[in-house]
């Protein structure tokens, strides 16, 4: 069956995209995770990969031209397949099954579900659900909800903070009424176009509506069924069947735990506190949905408010006994996970090995930090060195496709940062352009907001070509996975004080380790030495880098 795919929202602020260049034409065989089509948003050129396999059947919008956000993209289906109906608008596609890629922080009401009781949407309410607020982000988690239920929202105003993939990120009510119901807690995860929350009149009741709602990869909840035959007779409860309880469970995102009184249902937040302050679970009374245990139950909870649990008291666990702690992933360890993985197996790394002398580099950054107001790390000389070296080897600074080799004119070197949940790489745009000041600038910059969790998408976007510097902490030597789309990644060590030979005598020296893994398919390994050669010329002789 075709699968319509429309103009997906590749950017928290995106209302349209324009197509920079399609790299499949109609005919072409697709498999999942080929990129279809470079799409223009408001803040960056962005590749766009498909979900689905089978034939590009119709392009719908192309080069040049400009489109809404969920209007029709491109049609996917079976060779030779009869597509006019769904061009002509007559089909019933489901956007939960035809449209994951971009669908728009609201619901359309054909995704909902109602009991016989409410068949249609309550008049001015408004279903928004979890955003896709990159073009990776397969889920999100609520960090911090600065509405309640309750409060008013204007249209503008930040609903939440939304933890994805890539970094915390505020989103935004396009909508104008009253918070009326909170589908997540904070720290509770769902998948893209799950049920976030409900906007409406004060006052409106939205029960059925959130119990009955089912979008995108939000599961449906079983119904009982009644026949036909059976359809006069009173209805009686139907238990339902053990395997759809189990996934009940999963997709409420709720941990049970087995007590005296039955099943307690608890959020993996809650959970993992209670775990931490050793909380009997069994004698929290739950405030969420349902009776859930959520967050602010734990913090409110004291053991003098607590029933008497029958339980057993927790035996002291003497030293040498097994114990672990599971801490749950995170949204960016996961995409850390999977674009690593897929770079390591996709790509052919090799590995070049240089060590450069550092005594120049030492002085000239001493007296360059002589300058009043002035300062600046040796990665920022290395910053500066790479990205002069790169205009002069364009291969290095390329990208690989299937069909093409795109060689980049601009330098953009993502920077990768530690943070506690991972790795974030931000971008020096144009860094061949910018002074040795400019670039200490704007890296301090970027690790102070990466700390934070403040780095926007613009800001990580676009690199041409990546560095990691492991220096700091004393590491001398270190490879490291290329940073896909880039072609190419240069790992720092730490500058070593040691002997070394000059003039054919053995003297006290100072030197670097550098490790570059490339991309065999886009460099060889002669183009990738003369890269080192050239930059090997920027670092020992730094001087140069101001010519």
């Known amino acids: 069956m075709a699968e319509v795919i429309n103009m997906p929202r590749l950017s928290d602020t995106m209302e349209e995209g324009t197509v920079a260049a399609w790299l499949k034409k109609v005919g072409d065989k697709i498999e999942e995770g080929d990129i279809l089509a470079e799409i223009e948003t408001d803040k960056a050129t962005m590749e766009f990969e498909s979900f689905y396999e089978g034939t590009l059947l119709h392009i719908g919008v192309q080069e040049g031209e400009t489109t809404k956000v969920d209007h029709l993209l491109a049609i996917i289906g079976e060779e030779g397949e009869d597509i006019s109906s769904l061009l002509n608008g007559n089909a019933e596609v489901q956007e939960s099954d035809a449209i994951p890629e971009g669908e728009d922080s609201i619901a359309d009401v054909s995704d909902v579900d109602f009991d016989e009781s409410s068949e249609e949407l309550p008049e001015g309410v408004i279903v928004v659900t979890m955003p896709r607020l990159s073009d990776t ?71 059925n509506v959130a119990k009955n709602f089912k979008a995108g990869s939000a599961e449906p909840k079983p119904e009982p069924k009644t026949s036909a035959s059976s359809a006069n007779k009173e209805e009686k409860p139907v238990e339902a069947p053990k395997a759809i309880e189990a996934k009940s469970e999963a997709v409420a995102f709720a941990a049970p735990v087995t007590s005296a009184n039955g099943r307690i249902f608890v959020s993996p937040l809650a959970k993992k ?12 009374k739950g405030s969420g949905e349902n009776g859930r245990i959520i967050k602010r139950d734990i913090e409110s909870f004291t053991p003098s408010a607590a029933t008497q649990s029958s339980a057993p008291v927790a035996k002291f666990v003497p030293s040498g006994q097994e114990d672990f702690d599971e801490v749950p992933n995170s949204n960016m360890r996961k995409a850390i996970a999977k674009n690593l993985a897929k770079s390591k197996f996709t790509a052919p790394h090799y590995y070049l090995n240089v060590e450069f002398d550092m005594e120049n580099a030492i002085a000239f950054r001493a007296q360059y930090n002589s300058i009043p107001d002035t300062k600046i790390s040796y990665n920022d000389m290395i910053v500066k060195a790479c990205a002069l070296a790169l205009k002069q080897h364009p291969q290095v600074n ?30 020096v745009k144009f860094a061949n352009e910018q002074s040795l000041t400019q670039i200490g600038a704007a890296v301090k910059e970027f690790a102070g907001k990466a700390r934070n969790k403040k780095l926007t998408l613009d800001e990580m976007e676009g690199s041409t070509f990546t ?17 896909q789309p880039n072609s190419a990644i240069l790992s720092v060590g730490a500058i070593v004080s040691k002997p070394v030979v000059k003039n054919g005598e053995v003297v006290p020296g100072n030197t670097m380790k550098l490790t570059m893994a490339c991309d065999h398919r886009t460099v060889d390994g002669a183009t990738g030495a003369q890269f080192l050669e050239t930059l090997k010329g920027y670092i020992e002789n730094p001087i140069t880098m101001l010519v």
């Open 398 to 427: 390329s990208q690989w496709f299937d069909d093409r080799m795109k060689l980049n004119n601009h330098v953009h070197i993502g920077v990768a940062v530690a943070v506690p949940d991972g790795l974030v790489v931000p971008v």
């Open 273 to 284: 506190m209670a775990a931490e302050k050793g909380i009997d679970l069994s004698q929290v």
């Open 467 to 483: 560095i990691s510097n492991l220096g700091m902490f004393g590491i001398e030597s270190f490879t490291s996975i290329i940073n």
């Open 137 to 207: 982000m397969e889920e999100g988690t609520v960090a911090t909800w600065l509405k309640k239920v309750g409060d008013e929202v204007e249209e503008g105003d930040i609903l939440a903070e939304i933890e994805t993939d890539k970094a915390t990120m505020e989103f935004e009510s396009f909508q104008s009424g009253t918070l009326l119901h909170v589908g997540l807690q904070e720290g509770e995860s769902a998948k893209v176009d799950a049920l976030l929350a409900i906007i409406g009149p004060a006052g409106t009741d939205v029960s």
